[in-house]
């Protein structure tokens, strides 16, 4: 007999789930999904741009929910489908008032499916983006952990505003750099797996204070559900296991890293509920 998976927990603070792609899941149908996240006590969900093709699937998920925020932005996956039509649809939607930030956005040189020239030429355009627009940045960055720091610097006196580096599986040395600087960094369901230890012990030297939670659904479902489609509403699991990593009151890793993602996200919004 198989054993039977534990439930997910439901806490008494709030959560937001600060990166996700709603338009990525197939399992059940939004709506159901967007109930569980609410039954959990998520009170905000930011799902996430990547390529000129979702741009606009983004901003209408923002409109199925009051509590559904977005990103634009072209992932480096995509980043040889970067047009200049692509950076205008970009410029002209990411001040929404539902729109949180510029993403995802950054180098992968692990899968390497744009060439790392054309990464770096469209990771500086969007940067410039945000600095233009005076919003955060939601930053991927796989096995590139030099020419992130190295195009990040250039940015460091014009960037008004810092943002994340999601789904964090770099070295100290990236961690080190990015958090000194003020960003965030972003964990999700890997920190539950068990070889990576290399993510919890950058969990450890983080800063509860720049720390956010995340799914990064439908990929890097948690312990104990993977093998399953990852989603928003198993975003408490990667509270429990950052509270046992930094050895913390679940209630504080809770309580700051709601704050964290309130202040990075959501203050610049107008008229966005504080």
Known sequence: MSKKRREIPVFDQPIIETHCHLDYLKDRPLEETLAEAQRVNIER?????VSPDNLATVRDLTGQADFVYGTQGVHP??????????????????????????????????????????????????????????????????????DTIEILREFEATLKRRGVI???????????????????????????????????????????????LETDSPFLTPVPYRGRENAPF?????????AEVKDLPLEHVLTQTYANSLKLFFDHLNGAPA
């Not at 969900?45 to 741009?49: L, N, R, S, Y």
């Open 45 to 49: 969900i930011v799902t996430i741009a």
């Open 77 to 146: 996956h995509d980043a040889e489908a970067y047009t200049d039509a692509a950076e205008q649809e970009i410029r002209a939607h990411v001040g929404g008032d539902k729109m949180v930030a510029v993403g995802e956005i950054g180098l992968d040189y692990f899968y390497d499916n744009a060439d790392r020239n054309i990464q770096r030429e469209v990771f500086r355009r969007q940067l410039q983006i945000a600095c233009d627009t005076d919003r955060p940045v939601v930053i991927h960055s796989r096995e590139a952990d030099e």
């Open 166 to 212: 999601h789904s964090f599986t770099s070295g100290p040395g990236l961690a080190r750099y990015a958090l000194e600087q003020g960003w965030c960094l972003g964990f999700n369901g890997i920190s539950t797996f068990n070889k990576a230890e290399n993510v919890r012990d950058i969990i450890r030297m983080t800063p509860i204070e720049q720390l956010l």
């Open 234 to 242: 198993y975003i408490p699991f990667v509270a429990e296991k950052v």
